[in-house]
């Protein structure tokens, strides 16, 4: 059974553990969010995201929404916890940047499952296989994930298996919702710049991946990861009636952007083939060989 998620009979989320956090241990600073290490009162360790950071409470509703959804679809991710946090734990903290951080994020806040002993993936040490690659490219495509490129992988290596981490940079219509209630179909069309997505380069196959995932991103799943996110962090949104209203946006969003498929799979499919045959991405300081516009050292 997970341990940091309830699941309804379905397998789909019914609501997010809770825990509290009893310790912050240390920051975690490769993000610009500056997550933190903490204890939690199930003896459980997370890796947590505040909704007092700069980038606020939206980066962690589509943390939950994102993962859920690659959860319901058989991708793996670390489990996730909402985790409520009284800011007197940072009182012991050296540091003020920390400090500040804690005192303007009391109550919930989202932990994701430590993997310690985790590695930063590398496809070249990890072979991850084109029917892996294809999946993953396709989810990223249609939550529109900017951030899992060449450069920084957001994918971890934990006992010989991946897992995808950091899903904050999807879901971006909904920091404009007045202009994605005007036009819907903006973000169901909007092309995935795929050029320099970390996978790129494993042979991933789309084609399967689309026949297998596409009938499994249903009405139920979606509505079960997008139940997921706690009301306080879609209250008061401008131009929703409460946060039922919110949850049916994005159900309604992700679902045309499930449809529009023709306008976004091509683009990655391209983007792959140019690829074809190239050397493996890695996180050296040379960019892959495929993307020539940029300076090589």
Not at 262 to 291: C, E, F, H, M, Y
């Amino acid at each position: 059974m997970s341990r940091s998620i309830l699941r309804g009979p379905t397998g789909g989320v019914t609501v997010l553990r809770h825990v509290t956090a009893i310790r912050y241990v240390t920051p975690l600073r490769e993000g610009g969010s500056l997550p933190g290490l903490m204890e939690a009162d199930d003896l459980g360790t997370y890796v947590v995201k505040f909704h007092g950071a700069g980038q606020g409470r939206k980066v962690l509703v589509a943390e939950i929404i994102s993962g859920e959804l690659a959860r319901g679809l058989g991708l793996p991710v670390p489990d996730l916890a909402t985790v409520d946090l009284d800011p007197e734990l940072g009182r012991a903290e050296p540091d003020q940047e920390v400090q500040e951080l804690l005192r303007n994020s009391p109550g919930l806040n989202l932990g994701l499952d430590f993997l310690p002993g985790a590695l930063d993936f590398d496809p070249v040490a990890f072979a991850p296989g084109p029917e892996f690659a294809g999946r993953v490219l396709w989810f990223d495509g249609l939550v529109g994930n900017v951030d899992r490129s060449w450069r920084n992988a957001n994918m971890l290596l934990w006992h010989r298996a991946p897992y995808l981490i950091d899903h904050g940079a999807t879901l971006t219509f909904h920091h404009n919702w007045a202009a994605a209630l005007v036009d819907p179909s903006a973000f169901a069309t909007r092309p995935y710049e795929a050029a320099d997505h970390v996978l790129l380069a494993a042979e991933p196959d789309l084609d399967a991946a689309d026949a297998a995932l596409t009938p499994r991103v249903s009405g139920e799943l979606l509505r079960a990861a997008v139940a997921a996110v706690p009301d306080e962090w879609l209250t008061g949104e401008p131009g929703f009636d409460g946060p039922g209203r919110v949850r049916e946006a994005y159900v309604r969003q992700l679902t045309a952007r499930l449809d529009a498929r023709d306008a976004w799979l091509p683009g990655i499919r391209a983007a792959a083939a140019a690829a074809g045959g190239n050397r493996p991405v890695t996180r050296a300081p040379n960019p892959p060989s495929w993307l020539s516009w940029l300076p090589r050292s």
